[in-house]
């Protein structure tokens, strides 16, 4: 069974940045699509961003398109979120996620999500 574990959260002011890593143990990601997802309190668990497991395809919502970049080191298997120009709407804990197939486009659901991190928090100050 897969272990994801993230950090690079934290505290940081309105248009700051930040970069989260998933590290994998116990099993590869190398070759599953990825993603990222936040929930803030009180609202769903809502999808972020995906990496197909080449890197070659990518896919954000549009709160963050343009924003984050969603990365991969498949030597590593570790993926990355880098966040830029933050305000406080972003403020969640954020969650690493692996599709439960391998393969994949690099399109990713809550619904697809085989193995979740325990979510690292996010906050944006004003």
């Known amino acids: 069974q897969v272990q994801l574990v993230e950090s690079g959260g934290g505290l940081v002011q309105a248009g700051g940045s930040l970069r989260l890593s998933c590290a994998a143990s116990g099993g590869a990601i190398t070759t599953y699509t990825m993603g990222w997802f936040r929930q803030a309190p009180g609202k769903e668990r809502d999808f972020v961003a995906a990496i197909n497991w080449l890197g070659t395809g990518t896919a954000y919502s549009d709160s963050v398109k343009g924003r984050f970049t969603i990365s991969r080191d498949n030597a590593k298997n570790t993926v990355y979120l880098q966040m830029n120009s933050l305000n406080p709407e972003d403020t969640a804990v954020y969650y690493c996620?692996?599709?439960?197939?391998?393969?994949?486009?690099?399109?990713?659901?809550?619904?697809?999500?085989?193995?979740w991190g325990q979510g690292t928090q996010v906050t944006v100050s004003s």
């Open positions: 996620a692996r599709d439960q197939f391998s393969g994949g486009s690099g399109v990713l659901s809550a619904a697809d999500v085989g193995s």
